[in-house]
């Protein structure tokens, strides 16, 4: 049986902007033809969020124990939509500074 609440759509949508997050940052990596290395960290902190979180989503969607906060969830949520949309405008930066080079 599953148990599903208002804390793991919220989980489910830190889910979906942590993947987003994962995707943006390899893009950057790659359009930039490599990073420093603190860039790699930086990925690697978002795989990490992505691991936690769907690993706290299966186990509360198994047990009808609340293991989400709301208020935790809610403040991931906030953080992972600004990671996603600071992500989002370094990609589109460096698309157009590419696309800028390369015109040239």
Known sequence: MFYWDVEDDLASAILVLSALSVYLAFDITRITKGAPRGWYVVIAAFVTIFVFRATQLYLDVQTPSNTIDEIEATISLIIGVLLAAGLYMLNSSFRR????????
Request: proline content about 0%.
């Open 97 to 104: 500074r590419l696309n800028a080079a390369q015109t040239c």
